[in-house]
Structure formats: C-alpha cells, structure tokens
C-alpha cells in the first residue's frame, strides 16, 4: 500500500506539473458559487441506485451488476447537485473497482459483477469509451468548479490513456474516437462505431480544456460526420460500421442497426447544445426527422429502422424525458408539452436504472439544473460567473 500511494503522488505531482503549465478547463475564469439548490431527483436517485461505497447497481437482473456509464453519469449528477462527498465516493470506486486501484494506468473496466465462482470484480476488462469521454470530462470541470488540482491532474492523466488506447485514424475519416479498446476493427478497412457515444460539447470543451493534446479537435471533426452522416433519413442507428471504400455503412447485426437504447442519446446530447455551439444548427437539422415522428406520433419509438422508419415497440418514458430538450431545440413547443404531459400519465419506472438517467439529463436539462456553454463548458445552477 505504500508504495501504491508513493506512486499515485508521484504521478499526480508530475500531472498537475502540467496542470499548471496550460489550461486544463474550457474557461480561465474561476466561477463564484452562489446558494446550493437541492435536486430531489438526484436525492431519489442515489438512494434507490447506489451503494455506501460509491456503486451505482443497475437493474439487469443479473444479480446488480455495474456499468462505469452508470459510474460517470452518477459523477455528471453529482457535480450538477454541488454534491462534491458523492463525487470523491463516485471517483474512488470506480478507480478502486475497475481500474485496478490506479487510474494513471488503467481506464475503467466496462462491466463489474458476480463472477462464477461467487466473487465480485470485473467481467470484462475492456474499457467503454463514452463512460471514459465523460469522466476526463468531468475530472477537468469538477478541478475547474471546485478549483481542485488533483482533479485537473487526472484529468490529464486519463485523457492521455483514451487517446492512446481508444482511439485510431481511420482513412477518409481521421481520428476517430473508438468505442473501447479492443473488438471494433471488424476487418481490413473496417470499425463499428456508435453515433451515442461522441457529445459534441463533451468534445468542443476537451479541445479547449486539453490543448497540448491536439487529437481532441480532429476527433471533435470526426464526431460530428459519425453525427450527421449516419443519419441520412435524420434518424441516428444504435451502431454503425465505416467502411474506408464506401464510408458508413448499415451494421450487418440487424439488432445493432436499429435506432434505440443507444441511439436515444443523439437526440439528447443533441438538444443540450449551447444555442452558439458550433454545428448546433447543422445537428439540429440532420435530426429535425425524428422531431417531426415523435410530433406526428405522440411518442419517441423504441426501436426503430433509420432506413426504413419502420418502428416498434413502446419507448419507456425516460424516452420522452430525453427528446425534451431536443424539441425544444428544435422549437417545437407543442411536442414538448406532449412528451411531458406522457411522462405525468406514464411515471418514469422508479426501478429501471438506465431510464432514470435519461430522465436526470433530460429533465434535470429542462429544470435548469445544468447547462452547455458555448464552448462546451459545464455550468450547474450553483455557480455563477462574474
């Protein structure tokens, strides 16, 4: 154990070293914290999902197992609700749990359980990109909010990990952010990617926050084509495969081509776009399809062919809480109202833990609990800048 800690503090002095050297945050100024506000849905949230020890347990009937896209959505809610104790508990399990106690070294193991023979630990160690896109994220806001080196250092420390291990230049398209680190280079010429997995203000605020790593801008550029060109009809697919002959291609898995649990996320990452953000208005109108369908229909599908249209199944209402801010982006006021008024008749399912973080992004969005700076820049209610 000591030299475990002699060599987490060695590394983090060298990373704040370049903290300090260069801006580690998408904006210089220091924020002024204003009154913390209290965010029942939040409150609700970590009592029904997560441990004493920092878990966030999903519902998949697999005995509670863990995701680390539970484990940094639940560090996004806690740096919105100024909650900084659930952060540093969020942080060390995670760290403790799927980064095999050192996060300087290892990104989070996307999957931690029961194993077979009773015990717990991870399942698969390989890693998910979107939960760790969002964790350097947040690592780099949180030491801005709360102005914390050490947050800023790991920060730096994980960023490098995921453009090392995470990401890959593909021809035609450039840098290009891959889904993990292993199991999606399909063949010779070939990747499967997931348009859910690249928010564009996440990408937008790296490049500014992260500049001695320049990859963040040409992975910002490769994101929005993985956006807008994989939505041709304006609806966004679960996966897709990008081919360096013909570009992005239908998956050949048919339940991986469809538009749905995944694919929700576009429409949402989508709508929280700061109204100046760079391609907001290029987004917004390669999408506006699937504003109008969930208008004409009353409801966001389930799953549904980006090619085709054909949809089916019934979308639970974490559904409709995430298309909030995408309507309202796209300045249909009626719609909104809509899908608020199926979220009163249809309550979220207080149980079904992927539908509640849905519901904290989309409607903690429309409640002001957090917004997207211009440049990507996260700004909670409880700050305010001078």
Known sequence: MPELWLKRRSWLRSAASLAMAGPLACLTTRPVQAATTPWPMWEEFKRSFMTQDGRIVSDDE???????????????????????????????????????????????????????????????????????????????????????????????VMSALLL????????????????????????????????????????????QALPRHPRWKALRASSLRLTVDTAPKGISPDWVIYDTKWGFLRDTDKDKAMGAYNAIRVYL??????????????????????????????????????????????????????????????GDEEAVQAQQARIQDQPLRPTAYYEQCLALFGLGWMQQQFRFGRLGEFQPRWITQP
């Open 164 to 207: 090392d291990k995470e990401t890959d230049d593909l021809p035609g398209l450039g840098p290009t952010l891959l889904p993990g680190p292993q199991g999606f280079k399909l063949g010779e010429g070939q990747w499967r990617l997931n348009p859910s997995y690249v928010p564009l203000q996440v990408l937008d605020c790296l490049a």
């Open 269 to 330: 990452w989508a709508g929280m776009l700061h109204p100046e953000a760079a391609a907001r208005a290029q987004v917004l109108t390669a999408l506006r399809p699937m504003a109008r369908l969930v208008r004409d229909t009353g409801r966001p599908p389930e799953r549904i062919d980006p090619m085709s249209g054909e949809s089916t199944g019934v979308a639970p209402s974490g559904f409709s809480a995430a298309m909030l801010p995408f309507l309202r982006a796209q």
């Open 62 to 156: 697999k005995g509670g197992q863990t995701y680390s896209e539970g484990q940094a959505y639940a560090l996004f809610f806690a740096l919105a609700a100024n909650d900084r104790p659930t952060f540093e508990l969020l942080l060390q399990w995670t760290e403790n749990n799927l980064c095999a106690g050192d996060l300087s070294t290892a990104l989070p193991a996307w999957l931690w359980g029961k194993k077979p023979d009773g015990s717990w630990g991870p399942l698969d160690t390989n890693a998910a990109s979107d939960a760790d896109l969002w964790i350097v994220y947040l690592l780099a806001e949180a030491g801005r909010l709360w102005n914390d080196r050490r947050y800023r250092a790991m920060a730096s």
